[in-house]
């Protein structure tokens, strides 16, 4: 299956329109989805499967199974253990950032060369000149490789302009409304076709799930949701004891003397 996922929404158009069984249906999201390897492009499989009533006999076979798995007598094959050259791990993890901005630069530039090559060329109206739409998508994946804010990311733009070869600086603003242009949007898809040319033919034992997280961590909408809403509910306590502190006022003067009268 290709990089990417297909919307709730847009299974439920797909849905409507009848079943797909088996069948292929490609979709290309306006919306950008900045993470090199998994973008807008999506060649999704679908299929219904009906639920089948195991027979008597699998269904013994299966508690055999899991009698032998519980014994301890399953003949289990192990796989051979994989040697890590820790040599060349350390070398990753010392060079992955300058690495990815160098990826940014280069898989931008290319992306840009194509597009304007097949591109006619469009006489300038009045006015000030656009920001180039290749400056904005290199800032667009650093702020998604970093996973700041817009703020955040015109900082990071002084700091990597010239490693990532941008002109120009520009505010924050321009990169909020990066995620809205066309131009921005065509760079990213000609750099999903790009990496998917490296590895076409070869995507036979993996896949992506489109979530953009390592595979190898435990960190996924899930976790990221239960976090946001632990941080509501202690919010939403501190909030309920601090009303209940202030309706719990002082009494005055006069009903205390009432008590002793």
Known sequence: MRAGFLPVKR?????????????????????????????????????VHYPIIPSKQQ??????????IRDGTFEYESKEQVLTNWAQYDQAQIHEMANYLDNIRDLVNVADRRIKGRTPTRKRGPGRPPT???????????????????????GFLLLFREKLGISCHFYYKTIERGYDRESVDEIMDEIIVITNESVEGKETTFSFDGTGFSSSNKENYADKRKKQNSMKDRKKSKSTS????????????SVAKKRFS
């Open 132 to 154: 180039d739409p290749a400056n904005i998508a290199k800032t667009l994946l650093l702020q998604t490789y970093t996973e700041s804010s817009n703020r955040v990311a015109e």
């Open 59 to 68: 269904g013994e076979e299966l508690r055999g199974l899991i009698k032998k």
């Open 11 to 47: 299974f439920c158009e797909c849905a409507r329109s009848g079943p797909v069984f088996a069948g292929r249906h490609r979709e290309r999201d306006k919306r950008p989805f900045h993470n090199l390897g998994a973008y807008t492009h999506k060649l999704i499989y679908l299929s």
């Open 242 to 253: 601090k009303e209940q502190a202030d309706d719990s006022s002082p009494e005055s003067n």
